[in-house]
């Protein structure tokens, strides 16, 4: 076989779960989280393109993924071709990214560090600009992880442990040299999942120093309130992805800990997002009560 020639499978195999007695309760349960994201999320954006008074840069972060799964295991379509497997790999990992929350986050910062500037630098252009920014950065770079796919050949095994087209677990199955992939892997998971809970990290830093600065202890509390709902998005999305990737990469963790991981982080984070951001603040609330009367 010539350097350029690649062995690539017609198909691959989703194995999810193994040896897990009743775990079509657990398919189950992600499908009835799946209706009701869509329909929070659904009411939340209704709620937003109807009512102008929301049309601000705040609710321009708002986001969600519905990961493929529940055809995959509840109808048993385990098997999908190459080119739609590394399809799926790219839109989980790209809507699964959490930038965004940097970018809330850095809402909150400049909501409580510069009230009075708020509304002239958080602008609607300069939302839609480091939206873009971002979205454009980890298109390039996602593309380019998942186009190194491709340069792998696959000669052994084509059952990948995991729930969707996880990228570990892909390339592993390798049997040329994939040394480049885990690098790039690495770099990813420094960008994607390491800088964004360090920005985030500061921000909140400096959103404490404000607030020690606050004489009364009632509008303390009151700013700091603000922040609660981002924090808990941040703690249920970090908390077990970083946790699943730093065992991943520095030791061994078993494929059905790393898939329900792996599952609760895709899907609980946009479950929770109308619930606990958007939802519990008072515009939108009273803009909701508004359109019911209407």
């Not at 630098?121 to 491709?150: E, R, Y």
Request: hydrophobic residues 55%.
């Amino acid at each position: 076989m010539s350097n350029a020639t690649f062995v690539r499978p017609a198909k691959f195999y989703i194995s999810g779960f193994s040896d897990i007695p009743h775990v079509e309760y657990f398919y189950v349960f992600l499908y009835f989280v799946c209706i009701m994201t869509v329909l929070g999320n659904g009411l939340l954006l209704s709620v937003i393109y109807l009512v102008k008074t929301l049309h601000t840069p705040k609710y321009m972060i708002v986001t969600a993924l519905i990961p493929k799964v529940l055809d995959t295991f509840l109808f048993d379509n385990r098997y999908i071709v190459y080119a739609a497997c590394l399809s799926y790999m790219f839109f989980v990992w790209f809507f699964g990214c959490s930038w965004t929350l940097v970018i809330m986050a850095y809402d909150r910062f400049i909501a409580i560090c510069f009230p009075l500037m708020y509304h002239s630098i958080v602008t609607k252009p300069a939302i839609v600009g480091m939206l873009a920014f971002t979205w454009v950065l980890l298109l390039s770079l996602l593309a380019f992880i998942v186009g190194l796919i491709g340069r792998l050949s696959f000669c052994g095994s084509v059952v990948i442990q995991s729930f969707f087209c996880d990228h570990g677990p892909t390339y592993r199955l390798a049997c040329n040299d994939n040394s480049l992939n885990y690098a790039m892997a690495f770099v990813v998971l420094i960008v994607i999942f390491c800088f964004p809970p360090v920005l985030i990290a500061l921000t909140y830093i400096c959103i404490s120093i404000a607030l020690s600065r606050i004489s009364s202890g009632k509008e303390r509390i009151k700013a700091f309130k603000t922040c609660i709902s981002h924090l808990i998005l941040v703690s249920v999305f970090f908390i077990p992805l970083l946790g699943t990737n730093i065992a991943v990469m520095t030791s061994y963790i078993h494929p059905n800990t790393r898939i329900i991981n792996s599952a609760l982080t895709h899907i609980i984070p946009p479950l929770l997002n109308p619930i606990i951001y958007s939802l519990k603040t008072k515009e939108v609330l009273r803009a909701g009560w508004q359109q019911k009367a209407a």
